[in-house]
């Protein structure tokens, strides 16, 4: 991703040098004008991932999700990719607002052993489903100022936003063997050992889980600054790059639950209950570690 950028600047600098050297009026935003653009930030990561990358086994990916014990915590970073509107007070200062989303909704399936035609016939090959439901989301809206200095084709420009995050989703299991009475452990998935409840309570000696979600969404507000250059590549169209970085932020990440099926002793049936799998927790990010590198294309009307 750093690679991306450096290239994206050494492309920008040349065109920058071409550009500055020819003797020609650009371009310059007014009072009440407008711009649309899209905004990249190849630098930066986030912990939660909405949907898999190219290249990843949706299998994995949709399973690591379900069984990963641990909070998916949300750091105050940009969104990858943007839709950004400036409005211009003036041929320098503008107001501006971004959005950045991201989302998948993935039914992994995997075949497993049919428990009951396997009883039936100990021969049987037939096989049944079972499912992953993953819904996973995230969003980023940004509001801030930008300043901008300059006349000819290259402008330099420094500005700062609020950022605002919100992220999560819900995972749920659908599996093809029932459980029951006569059969209390019935194939399924693989699943790891930390996402089984084997600890007995309730006089059930194994549970499997049916669903996973937290108790609301994961929140993150921060502040970024950003400094860099705005090249008028044509009438009306503007390519940047700037460094941006957030040196204060709070997050906030809920309780996270699992609920499980599990056959009981005590009642003589298939019981569901709750566990915690983690607290509530908060966290204060400051410094200029959590950094990136914005690339955008705009165009003014």
């Known amino acids: 991703m750093k690679k991306i950028a450096l290239s994206a600047f050494a492309l920008l600098l ?13 371009y310059t935003p007014q009072k009440g004008d407008w711009s649309i653009g899209v905004v990249f930030n190849p630098v930066s990561m986030s912990s939660i ?11 994995d990916w949709a399973k690591g999700h379900a069984f990963n014990g641990d909070q998916m915590f949300m750091l105050s970073q940009d969104p990858v990719a943007a839709v950004r509107v400036k409005y211009r007070l003036d041929k320098n200062a503008a107001l501006r607002a971004s959005l950045g989303f991201n989302g998948s909704l993935i039914n992994y399936k995997e075949y497993v052993q049919d428990d009951l035609a396997v009883a039936l016939d100990a021969d049987s090959q037939n096989k049944v489903v079972d499912v992953v439901h993953s819904n996973m989301n995230t969003a980023s809206l940004m509001l801030g100022y930008e300043y901008m200095v300059g006349e000819k084709a290259v402008r330099f420009i ?24 006569l059969n209390q452990i019935p ?21 499997r889980p ?21 090249v008028f590549i044509a009438e009306r169209i503007s390519a940047g790059l700037s460094m941006n970085f957030t040196p204060l932020a709070v997050t906030f990440q809920p309780e996270t639950y699992t609920v499980y099926e599990g056959f009981s002793t005590y009642t003589g049936q298939v019981e569901k209950y709750t566990n915690y799998v983690s607290p509530g927790s908060n966290a204060l990010l400051y410094g200029i570690e959590n950094f990136g590198a914005r690339l955008s294309l705009n165009y003014y009307f």
């Open 210 to 230: 049916t669903d996973k979600y937290t108790a609301g969404y994961i929140h993150a507000l921060g502040f970024s600054l950003e400094m860099g250059i705005e």
């Open 49 to 59: 991932k909405a949907q898999p990358s190219s290249g990843d086994k949706v299998g």
């Open 14 to 26: 040349m065109a920058a040098t071409s550009l500055t050297a020819q003797e020609k009026k650009y």
């Open 187 to 207: 194939s399924t998935m693989p699943i790891p050992g930390d996402m089984k409840d084997e600890s007995g309570k309730g006089g059930i000696a194994y549970g």
């Open 158 to 181: 420094f500005g700062g936003d609020i950022l605002y995050s919100i992220g999560g989703g819900r995972l749920t299991f659908d599996y093809g063997n029932r459980m029951t009475s």
